[in-house]
Protein backbone atom coordinates (compact mmCIF):
# COMPACT_ATOMS: atom_id res chain seq x y z
CA UNK A 1 0.00 0.00 0.00
CA UNK A 2 1.48 3.52 -1.56
CA UNK A 3 0.77 6.48 1.13
CA UNK A 4 -0.56 8.92 -1.44
CA UNK A 5 -2.64 6.15 -2.45
CA UNK A 6 -3.98 5.79 1.06
CA UNK A 7 -4.36 9.39 0.76
CA UNK A 8 -6.46 9.58 -2.17
CA UNK A 9 -8.96 7.04 -0.52
CA UNK A 10 -9.28 9.01 2.59
CA UNK A 11 -9.87 12.09 0.79
CA UNK A 12 -12.26 10.32 -1.70
CA UNK A 13 -14.40 8.43 1.87
CA UNK A 14 -14.15 12.15 3.25
CA UNK A 15 -15.75 13.78 0.11
CA UNK A 16 -18.54 10.98 -0.40
CA UNK A 17 -19.46 11.28 3.84
CA UNK A 18 -19.57 15.14 3.42
CA UNK A 19 -21.97 15.11 0.51
CA UNK A 20 -24.17 13.15 2.45
CA UNK A 21 -23.83 14.77 5.92
CA UNK A 22 -24.75 18.01 4.61
CA UNK A 23 -27.88 17.59 2.05
CA UNK A 24 -25.75 18.04 -0.88
CA UNK A 25 -26.78 14.65 -2.40
CA UNK A 26 -28.90 13.19 0.23
CA UNK A 27 -28.70 9.39 0.67
CA UNK A 28 -30.21 6.65 2.19
CA UNK A 29 -28.75 4.80 5.45
CA UNK A 30 -26.99 2.35 3.15
CA UNK A 31 -24.88 5.11 1.22
CA UNK A 32 -22.93 5.79 4.60
CA UNK A 33 -22.40 1.87 5.39
CA UNK A 34 -20.87 1.47 1.57
CA UNK A 35 -18.93 4.77 1.38
CA UNK A 36 -15.32 2.73 2.69
CA UNK A 37 -15.76 0.25 0.35
CA UNK A 38 -16.24 2.47 -2.25
CA UNK A 39 -13.46 4.31 -1.48
CA UNK A 40 -10.77 2.93 0.48
CA UNK A 41 -10.21 -0.17 -1.43
CA UNK A 42 -8.20 2.60 -3.89
CA UNK A 43 -5.17 2.42 -1.38
CA UNK A 44 -4.56 -1.14 -3.17
CA UNK A 45 -4.93 0.47 -6.44
CA UNK A 46 -1.68 -0.83 -7.96
CA UNK A 47 -0.95 -3.42 -6.52
CA UNK A 48 -4.55 -5.13 -7.19
CA UNK A 49 -5.90 -2.99 -10.15
CA UNK A 50 -8.43 -5.07 -11.71
CA UNK A 51 -10.00 -6.51 -7.92
CA UNK A 52 -10.18 -3.26 -6.93
CA UNK A 53 -12.16 -2.48 -10.17
CA UNK A 54 -14.19 -5.32 -9.65
CA UNK A 55 -14.61 -4.35 -5.73
CA UNK A 56 -16.21 -0.57 -6.81
CA UNK A 57 -18.46 -1.98 -9.81
CA UNK A 58 -19.98 -4.82 -7.50
CA UNK A 59 -20.56 -1.88 -4.94
CA UNK A 60 -22.20 0.62 -7.76
CA UNK A 61 -24.65 -2.66 -8.63
CA UNK A 62 -25.32 -3.17 -4.55
CA UNK A 63 -26.05 0.20 -3.88
CA UNK A 64 -27.98 1.52 -6.87
CA UNK A 65 -30.21 -2.15 -6.85
CA UNK A 66 -30.84 -1.99 -3.32
CA UNK A 67 -31.81 2.05 -2.79
CA UNK A 68 -32.08 3.14 -6.53
CA UNK A 69 -29.55 6.11 -4.98
CA UNK A 70 -26.03 6.87 -7.02
CA UNK A 71 -23.14 9.85 -5.96
CA UNK A 72 -22.95 10.73 -9.61
CA UNK A 73 -19.63 12.68 -8.50
CA UNK A 74 -18.02 10.61 -6.63
CA UNK A 75 -18.52 7.39 -8.91
CA UNK A 76 -17.21 9.09 -11.93
CA UNK A 77 -14.04 10.22 -9.91
CA UNK A 78 -13.39 6.41 -8.85
CA UNK A 79 -13.94 4.66 -12.19
CA UNK A 80 -12.05 7.18 -14.00
CA UNK A 81 -8.98 6.81 -11.40
CA UNK A 82 -9.50 2.54 -11.06
CA UNK A 83 -9.71 2.43 -14.91
CA UNK A 84 -6.27 4.57 -14.88
CA UNK A 85 -4.78 2.13 -12.74
CA UNK A 86 -6.18 -0.91 -14.35
CA UNK A 87 -4.27 -0.01 -17.49
CA UNK A 88 -1.29 1.63 -15.97
CA UNK A 89 -1.05 -1.58 -13.61
CA UNK A 90 -2.79 -4.55 -14.52
CA UNK A 91 0.04 -7.64 -15.08
CA UNK A 92 -1.63 -8.70 -18.07
CA UNK A 93 -4.01 -8.26 -20.88
CA UNK A 94 -6.41 -10.85 -19.97
CA UNK A 95 -7.10 -9.19 -16.37
CA UNK A 96 -7.55 -5.80 -17.99
CA UNK A 97 -10.25 -7.11 -19.95
CA UNK A 98 -11.95 -8.22 -17.30
CA UNK A 99 -11.83 -4.99 -15.28
CA UNK A 100 -12.97 -3.89 -18.43
CA UNK A 101 -15.60 -6.14 -18.54
CA UNK A 102 -16.66 -5.67 -14.98
CA UNK A 103 -17.13 -1.86 -14.99
CA UNK A 104 -19.37 -1.65 -18.51
CA UNK A 105 -21.68 -4.53 -17.08
CA UNK A 106 -21.71 -2.67 -13.69
CA UNK A 107 -22.46 0.68 -15.70
CA UNK A 108 -25.19 -1.16 -17.81
CA UNK A 109 -26.74 -2.23 -13.98
CA UNK A 110 -26.85 1.08 -12.50
CA UNK A 111 -28.27 2.41 -15.19
CA UNK A 112 -30.95 0.01 -15.69
CA UNK A 113 -31.95 0.55 -12.18
CA UNK A 114 -32.61 4.47 -12.56
CA UNK A 115 -35.61 5.47 -11.03
CA UNK A 116 -36.04 7.80 -14.02
CA UNK A 117 -37.78 6.09 -17.39
CA UNK A 118 -35.93 5.30 -20.29
CA UNK A 119 -36.35 3.76 -23.31
CA UNK A 120 -34.44 0.44 -24.55
CA UNK A 121 -32.52 2.80 -27.50
CA UNK A 122 -31.79 5.69 -25.04
CA UNK A 123 -30.58 3.41 -22.35
CA UNK A 124 -28.65 1.04 -24.77
CA UNK A 125 -26.94 4.52 -26.01
CA UNK A 126 -26.13 6.17 -22.90
CA UNK A 127 -24.28 2.85 -21.62
CA UNK A 128 -22.19 2.53 -25.14
CA UNK A 129 -21.44 6.23 -24.48
CA UNK A 130 -20.30 5.64 -20.84
CA UNK A 131 -18.31 2.69 -21.95
CA UNK A 132 -16.32 4.40 -24.52
CA UNK A 133 -15.72 7.29 -22.30
CA UNK A 134 -13.59 4.58 -20.06
CA UNK A 135 -11.52 3.97 -22.87
CA UNK A 136 -9.83 7.05 -22.06
CA UNK A 137 -8.38 6.72 -19.31
CA UNK A 138 -7.69 2.82 -19.49
CA UNK A 139 -5.91 4.16 -22.86
CA UNK A 140 -3.94 6.87 -20.84
CA UNK A 141 -3.17 4.22 -18.15
CA UNK A 142 -1.81 1.66 -20.94
CA UNK A 143 0.49 4.59 -22.22
CA UNK A 144 1.92 5.19 -19.06
CA UNK A 145 2.22 1.83 -18.59
CA UNK A 146 4.27 1.76 -21.65
CA UNK A 147 6.05 4.55 -21.07
CA UNK A 148 7.52 3.32 -17.81
CA UNK A 149 8.68 -0.17 -19.20
CA UNK A 150 10.30 1.85 -21.58
CA UNK A 151 11.97 3.81 -19.30
CA UNK A 152 12.59 0.48 -16.99
CA UNK A 153 14.19 -1.06 -19.88
CA UNK A 154 16.49 1.71 -20.58
CA UNK A 155 17.92 1.70 -17.13
CA UNK A 156 18.08 -2.19 -16.86
CA UNK A 157 20.45 -1.97 -20.25
CA UNK A 158 22.19 1.36 -18.28
CA UNK A 159 22.97 -0.68 -15.58
CA UNK A 160 24.06 -3.83 -17.82
CA UNK A 161 26.24 -1.72 -19.93
CA UNK A 162 27.43 -0.43 -16.83
CA UNK A 163 28.40 -3.67 -15.16
CA UNK A 164 30.31 -4.48 -18.59
CA UNK A 165 32.50 -1.82 -18.24
CA UNK A 166 33.08 -2.24 -14.61
CA UNK A 167 34.18 -5.88 -15.63
CA UNK A 168 36.04 -5.31 -18.88
CA UNK A 169 38.07 -2.80 -16.56
CA UNK A 170 38.77 -5.78 -13.92
CA UNK A 171 39.92 -7.71 -16.26
CA UNK A 172 42.16 -4.98 -18.08
CA UNK A 173 43.88 -3.98 -14.32
CA UNK A 174 43.82 -7.80 -13.77
CA UNK A 175 45.91 -8.22 -16.86
CA UNK A 176 48.39 -5.09 -16.61
CA UNK A 177 49.27 -5.85 -13.09
CA UNK A 178 50.12 -9.39 -14.28
CA UNK A 179 52.33 -8.01 -17.18
CA UNK A 180 54.23 -5.72 -14.93
CA UNK A 181 54.06 -7.65 -11.56
CA UNK A 182 55.50 -10.75 -13.85
CA UNK A 183 58.03 -9.41 -15.33
CA UNK A 184 59.42 -6.95 -12.31
CA UNK A 185 59.28 -10.43 -10.54
CA UNK A 186 61.25 -12.00 -13.32
CA UNK A 187 63.67 -9.66 -13.57
CA UNK A 188 64.04 -9.12 -9.46
CA UNK A 189 64.49 -13.03 -9.09
CA UNK A 190 67.36 -13.35 -12.01
CA UNK A 191 69.53 -10.33 -10.66
CA UNK A 192 69.54 -11.75 -7.18
CA UNK A 193 70.76 -14.94 -7.84
CA UNK A 194 73.58 -13.04 -10.05
CA UNK A 195 74.19 -11.12 -7.04
CA UNK A 196 74.57 -14.25 -4.47
CA UNK A 197 76.55 -15.70 -6.93
CA UNK A 198 78.88 -12.10 -7.65
CA UNK A 199 79.24 -11.85 -3.44
CA UNK A 200 80.76 -15.66 -3.28
CA UNK A 201 83.43 -14.90 -6.09
CA UNK A 202 83.51 -10.58 -6.03
CA UNK A 203 81.77 -8.38 -3.76
CA UNK A 204 82.62 -5.47 -6.18
CA UNK A 205 80.57 -7.12 -9.20
CA UNK A 206 77.16 -7.04 -6.59
CA UNK A 207 76.26 -3.30 -7.56
CA UNK A 208 75.39 -3.58 -11.17
CA UNK A 209 72.42 -6.38 -10.07
CA UNK A 210 71.61 -4.48 -7.33
CA UNK A 211 71.02 -1.28 -9.57
CA UNK A 212 69.23 -3.37 -11.52
CA UNK A 213 66.89 -4.53 -8.89
CA UNK A 214 66.32 -1.23 -7.82
CA UNK A 215 65.35 0.48 -11.21
CA UNK A 216 63.08 -2.79 -12.14
CA UNK A 217 61.12 -1.98 -8.91
CA UNK A 218 60.79 1.50 -9.49
CA UNK A 219 59.46 0.89 -12.91
CA UNK A 220 57.06 -1.58 -12.00
CA UNK A 221 56.34 0.64 -8.90
CA UNK A 222 55.55 3.55 -11.39
CA UNK A 223 53.42 1.34 -13.92
CA UNK A 224 51.45 -0.03 -10.69
CA UNK A 225 50.36 3.28 -9.47
CA UNK A 226 49.36 4.55 -13.27
CA UNK A 227 47.39 1.52 -13.38
CA UNK A 228 45.55 1.47 -10.30
CA UNK A 229 45.45 5.89 -10.61
CA UNK A 230 42.76 4.88 -13.26
CA UNK A 231 40.54 3.60 -9.99
CA UNK A 232 40.60 6.84 -8.72
CA UNK A 233 40.59 10.63 -10.06
CA UNK A 234 43.53 9.74 -12.15
CA UNK A 235 45.34 13.12 -12.50
CA UNK A 236 48.88 11.61 -11.43
CA UNK A 237 47.88 8.71 -13.91
CA UNK A 238 47.63 10.56 -16.62
CA UNK A 239 50.67 12.12 -16.82
CA UNK A 240 52.33 9.09 -17.10
CA UNK A 241 53.34 8.13 -19.77
CA UNK A 242 51.60 4.69 -21.37
CA UNK A 243 54.26 1.47 -21.75
CA UNK A 244 55.15 1.93 -25.79
CA UNK A 245 57.49 0.19 -28.42
CA UNK A 246 59.69 3.06 -27.14
CA UNK A 247 60.39 1.59 -24.01
CA UNK A 248 61.53 -1.86 -24.80
CA UNK A 249 65.13 -0.57 -24.49
CA UNK A 250 64.80 -0.88 -20.98
CA UNK A 251 63.35 -4.15 -21.12
CA UNK A 252 66.04 -5.48 -23.41
CA UNK A 253 68.75 -3.74 -20.46
CA UNK A 254 66.87 -5.73 -18.21
CA UNK A 255 67.13 -9.14 -19.98
CA UNK A 256 70.45 -8.39 -21.06
CA UNK A 257 71.75 -7.33 -17.71
CA UNK A 258 70.19 -11.26 -16.45
CA UNK A 259 72.85 -12.64 -18.63
CA UNK A 260 70.51 -12.72 -21.91
CA UNK A 261 72.12 -12.35 -25.17
CA UNK A 262 69.12 -9.76 -26.69
CA UNK A 263 69.17 -9.31 -30.46
CA UNK A 264 66.81 -6.35 -31.55
CA UNK A 265 66.07 -5.99 -35.54
CA UNK A 266 63.49 -3.53 -36.63
CA UNK A 267 62.30 -3.76 -40.53
CA UNK A 268 60.85 -0.79 -42.04
CA UNK A 269 60.30 2.62 -41.29
CA UNK A 270 58.94 3.17 -37.58
CA UNK A 271 55.68 5.15 -36.65
CA UNK A 272 53.62 6.43 -34.88
CA UNK A 273 51.08 4.15 -33.45
CA UNK A 274 47.51 4.41 -32.11
CA UNK A 275 47.81 3.94 -28.04
CA UNK A 276 45.93 1.06 -27.69
CA UNK A 277 48.44 -0.75 -30.42
CA UNK A 278 51.74 0.32 -29.10
CA UNK A 279 50.92 -0.55 -25.26
CA UNK A 280 50.24 -3.92 -26.93
CA UNK A 281 52.72 -4.29 -28.98
CA UNK A 282 55.09 -3.55 -25.65
CA UNK A 283 53.18 -6.64 -23.86
CA UNK A 284 53.87 -9.02 -26.46
CA UNK A 285 57.96 -8.13 -26.23
CA UNK A 286 57.58 -7.71 -22.31
CA UNK A 287 55.47 -10.91 -22.22
CA UNK A 288 58.04 -13.05 -24.35
CA UNK A 289 60.99 -11.97 -22.42
CA UNK A 290 59.19 -13.00 -19.29
CA UNK A 291 58.78 -15.81 -20.32
CA UNK A 292 62.29 -16.85 -21.68
CA UNK A 293 63.51 -15.89 -17.92
CA UNK A 294 61.14 -17.60 -15.86
CA UNK A 295 60.55 -20.93 -18.02
CA UNK A 296 63.07 -21.56 -21.42
CA UNK A 297 66.44 -21.62 -20.02
CA UNK A 298 67.43 -19.86 -23.27
CA UNK A 299 70.80 -18.05 -23.56
CA UNK A 300 69.87 -15.84 -26.53
CA UNK A 301 66.62 -13.91 -27.85
CA UNK A 302 65.93 -12.77 -30.83
CA UNK A 303 63.20 -10.05 -31.00
CA UNK A 304 62.09 -8.62 -34.63
CA UNK A 305 59.60 -5.62 -35.54
CA UNK A 306 58.32 -5.12 -38.96
CA UNK A 307 56.60 -2.20 -39.78
CA UNK A 308 54.85 -2.58 -43.05
CA UNK A 309 52.14 -0.01 -44.29
CA UNK A 310 48.91 -1.75 -43.28
CA UNK A 311 50.19 -3.70 -39.90
CA UNK A 312 52.99 -4.05 -36.99
CA UNK A 313 54.36 -7.64 -36.59
CA UNK A 314 56.45 -8.66 -33.57
CA UNK A 315 57.76 -11.82 -32.94
CA UNK A 316 60.38 -13.01 -29.52
CA UNK A 317 62.55 -16.04 -30.68
CA UNK A 318 64.77 -18.10 -27.83
CA UNK A 319 66.90 -20.81 -28.17
CA UNK A 320 65.96 -22.37 -25.28
CA UNK A 321 64.04 -25.72 -24.54
CA UNK A 322 60.83 -25.01 -25.95
CA UNK A 323 58.83 -24.53 -22.63
CA UNK A 324 58.40 -21.19 -23.17
CA UNK A 325 54.69 -21.30 -22.24
CA UNK A 326 55.56 -22.61 -19.17
CA UNK A 327 53.12 -25.40 -19.23
CA UNK A 328 50.18 -23.10 -20.32
CA UNK A 329 49.08 -22.53 -16.81
CA UNK A 330 49.82 -19.07 -16.77
CA UNK A 331 47.44 -16.45 -17.26
CA UNK A 332 50.45 -14.50 -19.25
CA UNK A 333 49.98 -15.69 -22.85
CA UNK A 334 46.35 -15.76 -22.39
CA UNK A 335 46.39 -11.37 -21.65
CA UNK A 336 48.38 -11.27 -24.94
CA UNK A 337 46.20 -13.40 -27.03
CA UNK A 338 43.45 -11.62 -25.64
CA UNK A 339 45.04 -8.50 -26.03
CA UNK A 340 45.90 -9.38 -29.80
CA UNK A 341 42.37 -10.30 -30.41
CA UNK A 342 40.90 -7.30 -29.41
CA UNK A 343 42.89 -5.32 -31.78
CA UNK A 344 41.41 -8.09 -34.46
CA UNK A 345 44.97 -8.85 -34.59
CA UNK A 346 46.87 -12.35 -35.30
CA UNK A 347 48.69 -14.27 -32.41
CA UNK A 348 50.51 -17.45 -32.51
CA UNK A 349 53.07 -18.58 -29.52
CA UNK A 350 54.63 -22.26 -29.43
CA UNK A 351 57.57 -24.16 -29.54
CA UNK A 352 59.80 -24.88 -32.67
CA UNK A 353 62.94 -26.85 -33.03
CA UNK A 354 65.41 -24.38 -31.54
CA UNK A 355 63.34 -22.66 -28.55
CA UNK A 356 59.97 -21.05 -28.53
CA UNK A 357 58.36 -18.46 -30.21
CA UNK A 358 55.72 -15.10 -29.83
CA UNK A 359 54.57 -13.82 -32.79
CA UNK A 360 51.69 -11.55 -32.98
CA UNK A 361 50.46 -9.15 -36.09
CA UNK A 362 48.65 -6.16 -35.18
CA UNK A 363 46.50 -4.56 -37.98
CA UNK A 364 47.22 -0.82 -38.32
CA UNK A 365 43.45 0.19 -39.96
Known amino acids: MALPDLALALALLVAKLALLATGVQSGPWLAYVLAP ?6 AWRRRYPATVLAIVAAVDVVEVTASGYRDSAVVLVTLLIVLYSLG ?5 VRRIAVGVAAAVVATAVAQHAQPAPRTFTGWLSLVAGLAAAMLVPLA ?3 AMRQQRLRVDALERERDERARTAVAEERTRIARELHDEVAHAMSVIAVQADAAEGALAHDPALVERPLVAIR ?10 RRVLGALGDGDEAALAPEPGLARIGSLVEQARAGGLDVVVRVAGEPQPLPPALDVAAYRVVQEGLTNVRKHAAARRVEIAIAYRPDAISIEVDDD ?19 RVALLRG ?6 HA ?6 ATLPLT
Open 37 to 42: VWTLPL
Open 88 to 92: AHAAD
Open 140 to 142: LGI
Open 215 to 224: ETARAALGDM
Open 320 to 338: GDGSGAGGGGGRGLAGIRE
Open 346 to 351: DFVAGP
Open 354 to 359: GGFALR
